[in-house]
Nanobody
Framework: QVQLVESGGGLVQAGGSLRLSCAAS????????MGWFRQAPGKEREFVIA????????YYADSVKGRFTVSRDNAKNTLYLQMNSLKPEDTAVYYC?????????????????WGQGTQVTVSS
């Protein structure tokens, strides 16, 4: 198993930036493709961005392309989400997830482990 703990959420004004981190413990972090998802009140959890096991390929939701970037440091067992040019519609609880595969996925059902989430609120 792998345990995931997100941090870095908070309140930011529109146009601002935040950097989320996801610390992994347990089994080897580099064995997992990783993803970030988010869930706004009253909405389903949705895909945001993901990175494959080696960090060589990334996948983005259209809504965050050009504004969000994902990276991982396998030596530090940590996943990052850099969010720039934030908009009020980015407000949500952000979750990191681990998939026991080389390739990441856009589907929530294909991830094996989830963190508890961190709140991001963007004010207008």
């Amino acid at each position: 198993q792998v345990q995931l703990v997100e941090s870095g959420g908070g309140l930011v004004q529109a146009g601002g930036s935040l950097r989320l981190s996801c610390a992994a413990s347990g089994r080897t972090f580099s064995s997992y493709a990783m993803g970030w998802f988010r869930q706004a009140p009253g909405k389903e959890r949705e895909f945001v961005i993901a990175i494959n096991r080696s960090g060589g390929s990334t996948y983005y939701a259209d809504s965050v392309k050009g504004r969000f970037t994902v990276s991982r440091d396998n030596a530090k067992n940590t996943l990052y989400l850099q969010m720039n040019s934030l908009k009020p519609e980015d407000t949500a609880v952000y979750y990191c997830a681990a998939r026991a595969a080389f390739l990441a996925s856009r589907r929530t059902s294909e991830y094996d482990y989830w963190g508890q989430g961190t709140q991001v609120t963007v004010s207008s």
